[in-house]
């Protein structure tokens, strides 16, 4: 059978830049302006260093419209490299970059092949004379197609392996192609369903045929979180090998929790304390390790199917990264406290300059883009002893949340429905529920433990308040 891989990518957004707060010129801000455009030429190389045969592009490879010259000529340039090395690129535009007449500022290179908008595109991918696959897809034309696009994807089941690629929301109604995973299956035909337009990885469906969000290649503020990346596929025949997430960011956003309770803080009474213990946690970030304390990616790294990871679980993926803007949420009640609460706006802004200056020369860089405080003063033993029944239920609670499948899958469903018909994602805050278009269990975990700490941080201080 043929054997041959390929590369899956989304939601590029060339032209566009990463948000952070405070950088000047050079060091951090130049790696902000640039890691998009770093992702791409990533994506590039892995494609030739993998040895793949094809690139998909599922929608939103440029950010705008109106090509920028920059990112058009990094473009064509990248897409001549892969063409000495007989890689073919399959554009479909998304909403963010809709297809218009006479778009493009340089010419594309014969490589490239871009999906009309008027009608699907099928194009045939060879190897030695023959048809090995097929890719399928149409471009947006303006910013929302309403109607069901992938019905007319009509393939032959002749043994080809046949990819289709679809720029969705997967939202039965809305802006961005209505359909869901279900409507998808029933499409004959199809092995692969590359699809774009979730900024966070998703694999959908796992088998028969696969259907996969690869998410951004870099995340451009804290509602994009974790490593960007594509999927790397291995097929032989009609059959998938293996799926494997390649990392193509280079700054990561990192929302880092501080709880002032925790042993390594629960002595500690001076800005300073914290700011030193501040430094040690930005050290371990900037290796890779962050503790039980930061969320996201550490423990995000479960493999969704053999040879798939979301996180930065190879040692390689941690040599790709040159930087992380942290976020600190300091929460808790502790001693720490009594310093914190005393802090005017001023003060937090040269906490923030303080970090900034003290972790200059480390890399990868670790910049403090802000510092949020939510902290309490520690319970006296009076509020402990009167809230006693309300404290056990709640620690009872959050750990059979955590531990009970059956009440979890409650929770979960639940839960679950503030996820469903958002509505248009691109109009909503950058917290972007949207973007998980289910609960797992990490985001459950995460929701599990940041509601035990709100309730806590509102229990009265003293006994009668
Ligand atoms: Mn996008």
Known sequence: MDRFRFIHAADIHLGSMLHIDGAEEGGPADHCRKAVYKAFEKLCRKAVEHQARFILISGDLYDRESRNVYANRLFVDMCR?????????????????????????????????????????????????????????QSYDTQWIRKPIYRSFDLPGDGVFNIAMLHTQLEAGGNYI???????????????????????????????????????????????????????????????????????????????????????????????????????????????????????????????????????????????????????????????????????????????????????????????DSIVIRTGSPLTDQALAEHKTLLELLERSAAELLTDEGKARQLKSELGLVWQGSGDHEETDEERLYNRLFLDDETLRSIIQDARQLILENIPEKAGD
Not at 81 to 109: S, W
Not at 232 to 239: A, F, R, S
Not at 244 to 262: A, E, G, Q
Request: glycine share 10%; net charge negative.
């Open 178 to 368: 209505p359909s869901t995973a279900s409507d998808l299956m029933k499409v004959p035909n199809i092995h692969y369903w590359a699809l774009g337009h979730i900024h966070r990885p998703e694999i959908i469906n796992e088998d028969k045929p696969v259907i996969a969000y690869p998410g951004t290649t870099q995340g451009r503020d804290f509602g994009e979180e974790g490593p960007g990346g594509c999927y790397l596929v291995e097929v032989d025949g009609t059959e998938i090998i293996s799926m494997k997430r390649l990392i193509t960011s280079s700054v990561l956003f990192r929302s880092v929790h501080i709880d002032i309770s925790s042993a390594e803080l629960n002595a500690a009474e001076t800005i300073d304390d914290l700011e030193t213990y501040m430094i040690s946690m930005a050290g371990s970030i900037a290796q890779g390790f962050d503790g039980p304390e930061a969320d996201g990616m550490a423990d995000s790294a479960g493999p969704l199917m053999p040879g798939v990871y979301t996180g930065l679980n190879e040692p390689d993926d941690l040599k790709e990264i040159e930087g992380y803007a942290v976020r600190w949420v300091i929460t808790g009640r502790g001693s720490l406290n009594r310093a914190l609460k005393s802090l005017g706006e001023g003060d937090e802004a040269d906490i923030t300059q303080s970090l900034r200056r003290r972790l200059d020369n480390l890399r990868p860089f670790v910049w403090t």
């Open 81 to 137: 490299m892969l063409d000495e090395k007989g890689i073919d690129v399959y554009v479909a535009a998304g909403n963010h970059d809709p297809l218009r007449e006479n778009q493009e500022l340089f010419a594309p290179t014969p490589n490239v092949h871009i999906c009309r908008a008027d009608s699907p595109s099928v194009f045939e991918v060879e190897d030695k004379g023959r048809v090995i696959a097929r890719v399928i897809g």
